[in-house]
T-cell receptor, first 110, second 115 residues
Framework: QKEVEQNSGPLSVPEGAIASLNCTYS??????FFWYRQYSGKSPELIMF????GDKEDGRFTAQLNKASQYVSLLIRDSQPSDSATYLC??????????FGKGTTLSVSS | GAVVSQHPSRVICKSGTSVKIECRSL??????MFWYRQFPKQSLMLMAT?????????EQGVEKDKFLINHASLTLSTLTVTSAHPEDSSFYIC???????????FGQGTRLTVV
């Protein structure tokens, strides 16, 4: 059984702060890791993906992957109220469907 | 990113009727499409995976005779919910990927309400 674990939150941060979202997974065979953002009633939007150990930066977002610890995280710098959403961690092996965590709700207060 | 269009965005139907949901990849050829279902406050649960020209592979617990999936072309997949019941009310989301990319792209989702 492949499992993706996320703290459901809510995670509350003030505007301008760094939000740190975490995800652990059980399947060591997982190869690619994704972060999606989902607003209420909407479909998920891809933020970024990572498949090598270390950090990957894209604008205000940084994904961090540690395969030895089976841990992937997403940092959001200079958080904005518009970042308030549910953040879904997902993973897969080559060619397979994404398996999603339950998501962490982020609330950024102005 | 690539564009995946899902239609309708919202549908209300009577119990016992069937509903068809379309998922189209607009600017790429989707060799694989995935169908998910999401209940309120829950994560996305994979229902089935379909490859163009092949029968869909359903996840455990998903009734293939109730949720009919057709992936007849590289740009279109359909999900038909047959003999819908109120417990089928949910948010259905398709996702598509081509053979070149790691990531999959999502349609806008369909909110199905069975009354």
């Amino acid at each position: 059984q492949k499992e993706v674990e996320q703290n459901s939150g809510p995670l509350s941060v003030p505007e301008g702060a760094i939000a740190s979202l975490n995800c652990t997974y059980s399947d060591r065979g997982s190869q690619s890791f994704f972060w999606y953002r989902q607003y209420s009633g909407k479909s998920p939007e891809l933020i970024m993906f990572i498949y090598s150990n270390g950090d990957k930066e894209d604008g205000r977002f940084t994904a961090q992957l540690n395969k030895a610890s089976q841990y992937v995280s997403l940092l959001i710098r200079d958080s904005q109220p518009s970042d308030s959403a549910t953040y879904l961690c997902a993973l897969n092996q080559a060619g397979t469907a994404l398996i999603f965590g339950k998501g962490t709700t982020l609330s950024v207060s102005s | 990113g690539a564009v995946v269009s899902q239609h309708p965005s919202r549908v209300i139907c009577k119990s016992g009727t069937s509903v068809k949901i379309e998922c189209r990849s607009l600017d790429f050829q989707a060799t694989t499409m995935f169908w998910y279902r999401q209940f309120p406050k829950q994560s996305l649960m994979l229902m089935a995976t379909s490859n163009e020209g092949s029968k869909a592979t359903y996840e455990q617990g998903v009734e293939k005779d109730k949720f009919l999936i057709n992936h007849a072309s590289l740009t279109l997949s359909t999900l038909t919910v047959t003999s819908a019941h109120p417990e089928d009310s949910s948010f259905y989301i398709c996702s598509a990927r081509d053979f070149l990319r790691t990531e999959a792209f999502f349609g806008q989702g369909t909110r199905l309400t069975v009354v």
